[in-house]
């Protein structure tokens, strides 16, 4: 728990990073190892003998994916650190000016994608969580359940990390761009995660 309870420490820090981009790829990577906890426990109980093979191979995929989330949280802080940069870039003359401003233009652009990125593991996630429950291991439906709202909040943290970027950027050509690739993922995300509810939820 040593490294969590450090996470949380620097969390609830008075520095902006990490923040609600960073915390939402946690709350991903806990739906992908939840994912993960009921594959492995079904690959080795022997009343699923029929998708031990599924379990196994919804492990290595879960793995995996808690391993990008995690890979994730640097980025998403780095992106933010960039705008920070950029915002304190001089501006004394009209060069100076324009120069910051190009600059913070495109790290508010990266900014957006970092979140927007971390959304498309959610939708992964989500996927992955709807055929976790399909092994049909009856026990862990709870926790599976888990993982899905697991999925859906950080989903919605990112999206909403994606969109207070948007307010910023001048761009809009590349802000039509990542909302729509945004709209996409929660699109798919939603309806797996959807799908998880109606089937666990009494």
């Known amino acids: 728990m040593g490294q969590i309870d450090a996470y949380l420490d620097a969390l609830a820090s008075a520095s902006p990073t990490p923040g609600g981009g960073s915390a939402a ?31 196994r191979e919804i492990v290595e995929e879960a793995d995996r994916l808690r391993e990008r989330f995690a890979a994730a949280r640097p980025l998403d802080e780095a992106a933010y650190g960039a705008v920070v940069t950029a915002s ?38 989500a996927m992955l969580a ?44 590349a802000v039509r761009d990542q909302s729509a690739r945004l709209a996409a993922i929660a699109s798919h995300a939603h309806a797996a995660i959807d799908a998880v509810l109606a089937s666990t939820t009494p």
């Open 25 to 55: 790829t946690l709350v991903g990577a806990m739906g992908a190892a939840l994912c993960a906890m009921v594959a492995r426990i079904t690959a080795d109980a022997p009343r699923h003998l029929g998708v031990h093979a599924q379990a």
């Open 130 to 173: 709807q055929r976790t429950l399909a092994l049909g291991n009856t026990h862990l439906v709870s926790d599976v359940e888990c993982a899905a709202h697991f999925f859906r909040a950080a989903l919605a943290a990112s999206a909403a990390n994606v969109r207070i970027n948007h307010q910023y950027i001048g761009d809009e050509s």
């Open 88 to 125: 304190g870039m001089p501006r004394r003359t009209d060069e100076e000016k324009r120069r910051r401003t190009d600059a913070l233009q495109a790290a508010l652009i990266g900014a957006a994608e970092a979140p927007l990125a971390a959304a498309g593991l959610c939708a992964e996630g």
